[in-house]
């Protein structure tokens, strides 16, 4: 499984772009990243997942590096509801869909 | 939009006793999932279940462990004769299809005393 390295922490603004950055650089080359946050008090929510090329749906969007090595999650304008811990996994997509969790980033807003 | 129910949302047992923790998955999904959190630790993955058998199972998921789907919407995990440590938070996923992404519940929190 790829290790990966996440912020402890970041802050940011009410209404700010947000970017949240992951390093996996043992990453294989058919390991899907994933990206899931959990909100106080509530299960882990998906958020977005990509291969190689960069992601946008309505939560989120995905910019994956060239060599697959890091990726950011990026939410366009945060809001309270986003205060969250972002949870960045490398992991194949198969029938056995094994998420292996670190500790994540708890990301902070600030009103 | 449909989501993973889980009952109770907190369980108080007494070491040694028998509970089992419950969940609805969402209704056309055909893979099921049972992780916990410790407080204060990482999410672990316990168990995938997909066609009524185990796929998937980690090293936490001993023999006083077991899930089941008794009929066409829950998903159980009973756990025979609990432990101090077994107090955790517990959570249920579900994912439509291999490689979808997985819908969690807000999950049962299970304290041992």
């Known amino acids: 499984d790829a290790k990966t390295t996440q912020p402890n922490s970041m802050e940011s603004n009410e209404e700010e772009p947000v970017h949240l950055p992951c390093n996996h650089s043992t990453i294989s080359g058919t390991d899907y990243i994933h990206w899931y946050r959990q909100l106080p008090s509530q299960g882990p929510e998906y958020v977005i997942h990509g291969l190689t090329s960069n992601v946008n749906n309505r939560m989120a969007s995905l910019a994956i590096a060239e060599d697959r090595k890091s990726s950011t999650l990026i939410l366009h304008r945060a809001t309270l509801r986003d205060a969250a811990v972002y949870y960045c996994?490398?992991?194949?997509?198969?029938?056995?869909?094994?998420?292996?969790w670190g500790a994540g980033t708890k990301l902070i807003i600030k009103p | 939009e449909p989501e993973v129910t889980q009952t109770p949302s907190h369980q108080v047992t007494q070491m040694g006793q028998e509970v089992i923790l419950r969940c609805v998955p969402i209704s056309n999904h055909l893979y099921f999932y049972w992780y916990r959190q410790i407080l204060g630790q990482k999410v672990e993955f316990l168990v995938s279940f997909y066609n009524n058998e185990i796929s998937e199972k980690s090293e936490i998921f001993d023999d006083q462990f077991s899930v089941e789907r008794p009929d066409g919407s829950n998903f159980t995990l009973k756990i025979r004769s609990t432990k101090l440590e077994d107090s955790a938070m517990y959570f249920c996923?579900?994912?439509?299809?291999?490689?979808?992404?997985?819908?969690f519940g807000n999950g049962t929190r299970l304290t041992v005393t």
């Open positions: 996923a579900s994912s439509q299809a291999s490689g979808s992404p997985l819908h």
């Open positions: 996994i490398p992991t194949l997509m198969d029938s056995n869909y094994q998420l292996i």
